[in-house]
């Protein structure tokens, strides 16, 4: 997988899917653009695209108290929705993008484990 550019500190907004199985993570509010040759501060909106892929493929977990809470795809879209997600690290393996985030003071992982190149699209705001 190519990165194409950091996520850290970014906003989840919304993780759909389409009728062709592909997902979509929407993102926004500001990060780094490594991709045009230079570096910078942006602010705008990426949409991360994953090809083919099964919601069991999408795995999110939290604590709460002492427990680990494991989230259902259904789950993690509502959290998603109703509450500021930040992106406070990522991850990438092979096969494997993994994010830490905050969700109002709680720690909440997520992993999509996918097979298919991720296309990134970077849509900058206009100010």
Known sequence: MKKRFSLHNMYLRNISFDQE??????????YTNHNHGEEGFRIGKAVLTFARLE??????????EEFRKELSFQELKDHIRANTVEIMEEMYDHNIMYFSCIMDKINLDIKIYHDQEVDYQWILSKN
């Open 21 to 30: 199985n592909n997902m979509q993570l929407t993102l926004d509010e500001s």
């Open 55 to 64: 919601k069991q493929h999408v795995k999110a977990s939290y604590y709460q």
